[in-house]
């Protein structure tokens, strides 16, 4: 059974600094691994899929790694902002026989203060 | 991207009586739509896989008598609360699954969540 666990489980940062959240995750035969951003009641907002074929993605400020051998992701946030803080959610994506179901891990609570 | 919608996105009711909550594709077609419950401070736990046209798969430990799942179109999938009670109060997220040409393999886009709240 995939475990996905996340730390920290909060962080708080000033403004302008560069900070990573990690994922792990116990079954590394994943397909693909997904990032997420929630924010207080709101639905997920996706940021980075990493394809099992990928070691890393970009999307403007944020850079995601995998690396499916030692079941690691991390996320790196470059120059927060305060408009960054919310929920960071990572999943695991299964394949074979349970294709497409994520496993999701608790999430890091970001709070960036000006 | 794509855009997938619920109704309603807040809903009280009183103990015993039933709810239902729609989850919509609004411009593609999900042949299959997964729904989440999240509970406070906590992560999402998948509940079902709901599969156009086919009864849906419950994952361990969720009643499907409870929870009651229909997916009778390529863009609607509706789950039924029945007989609802103070510990069915909670965040639930529905995600469907876009064709994968032009996506990349297996994303999944999520709607907004329905709060429940029974009293």
């Known amino acids: 059974k995939q475990e996905v666990t996340q730390i920290p489980a909060a962080l708080s940062v000033p403004e302008g600094e560069n900070l990573v959240l990690n994922c792990s995750f116990t079954d590394s035969a994943i397909y693909n691994l997904q990032w997420f951003r929630q924010d207080p009641g709101k639905g997920l907002t996706s940021l980075l899929l990493?394809?099992?074929?990928?070691r890393e993605q970009t999307s403007g400020r944020l850079n995601a790694s995998l690396d499916k051998s030692s079941g690691r992701s991390t996320l790196y946030i470059a120059a927060s902002q305060p408009g960054d803080s919310a929920t960071y959610l990572c999943a695991a994506i299964a394949g074979g026989t349970s294709y497409g179901k994520l496993t999701f891990g608790q999430g890091t609570i970001l709070t960036v203060h000006p | 991207g794509a855009v997938v919608s619920q109704h309603p996105s807040r809903v009280i009711c009183k103990s015993g009586t039933s709810v239902k909550i729609e989850c919509r594709s609004l411009?593609?077609?999900?042949?299959?739509m997964f729904w989440y419950r999240q509970f406070p401070k906590k992560s999402l736990m998948l509940m079902a896989t709901?599969?156009?046209?086919?009864?849906?798969?419950?994952e361990q430990g969720v009643e499907k008598d409870k929870f009651l799942i229909n997916h009778a179109s390529l863009t609607l999938s509706t789950l039924t609360v029945t007989s609802a009670h103070p510990e069915d109060s909670s965040f639930y997220i529905c995600?469907?699954?876009?064709?994968?040409?032009?996506?990349?393999?297996?994303?999944?886009?999520f709607g907004p969540g329905t709060r429940l709240t029974v009293l």
């Open positions: 709901s599969n156009e046209g086919s009864k849906a798969t419950y």
């Open positions: 995600s469907a699954r876009e064709p994968e040409v032009g996506a990349p393999d297996n994303e999944q886009f």
């Open positions: 990493i394809q099992s074929s990928q």
């Open positions: 411009d593609f077609q999900a042949t299959t």
